[in-house]
């Protein structure tokens, strides 16, 4: 049996754990540090919502939003489950979810395509997820 006690030592908060029957005081990482949320896993087929597309977005530097401010307005989108900003040729890579193929579809060319910012963009969908975390 573990006792767990949460003290703040001269700030940040830390995590102890007291072992028993030995008494032993273990710390462990700063729960501020280490952990930054707790989450569920969904079945989004269950939610009907089965197709996964990744889609990459050309950033159009001569636009009025800068990168950041494209990539938040992309992902306050209905639909847009992840919003990455990457290196290479491409600026950003989203995830899509979506009920079906043509749903998508809109979603990506009446809506992110339509976000200050996006000058292209090219769309994979996913066969199958293998891990996802």
Not at 41 to 53: C, E, H, N, R
Not at 62 to 69: A, D, V, Y
């Given at each position: 049996?573990?006792?767990?006690?949460?003290s703040k030592i001269s700030s940040p908060i830390s995590l102890h754990v007291l072992k028993q029957p030995h008494n032993i005081l273990a710390s462990?990482?700063?729960?501020?540090?280490?952990i930054k949320r707790f989450t569920v896993s969904l079945d989004y087929a269950k939610l009907d919502?089965?197709?996964v597309a990744f889609v990459f977005v050309s950033?159009?530097?001569s636009s009025k939003m800068n990168q950041h401010?494209?990539?938040?307005s992309i992902g306050a989108l209905p639909g847009v489950y992840g919003v990455h900003i990457i290196s290479g040729e491409w600026d950003l890579?989203?995830?899509?979810?979506g009920r079906t193929i043509e749903d998508v579809g809109?979603?990506?060319?009446?809506k992110v395509r339509q976000v200050p910012g996006v000058h292209k963009t090219l769309t994979t969908t996913c066969?199958?997820?293998?891990k996802e975390e």
């Amino acid at each position: 049996m573990f006792v767990y006690e949460v003290s703040k030592i001269s700030s940040p908060i830390s995590l102890h754990v007291l072992k028993q029957p030995h008494n032993i005081l273990a710390s462990y990482y700063c729960l501020c540090c280490v952990i930054k949320r707790f989450t569920v896993s969904l079945d989004y087929a269950k939610l009907d919502l089965p197709i996964v597309a990744f889609v990459f977005v050309s950033y159009e530097p001569s636009s009025k939003m800068n990168q950041h401010e494209t990539a938040r307005s992309i992902g306050a989108l209905p639909g847009v489950y992840g919003v990455h900003i990457i290196s290479g040729e491409w600026d950003l890579l989203l995830k899509i979810r979506g009920r079906t193929i043509e749903d998508v579809g809109r979603l990506i060319v009446d809506k992110v395509r339509q976000v200050p910012g996006v000058h292209k963009t090219l769309t994979t969908t996913c066969f199958e997820t293998v891990k996802e975390e």
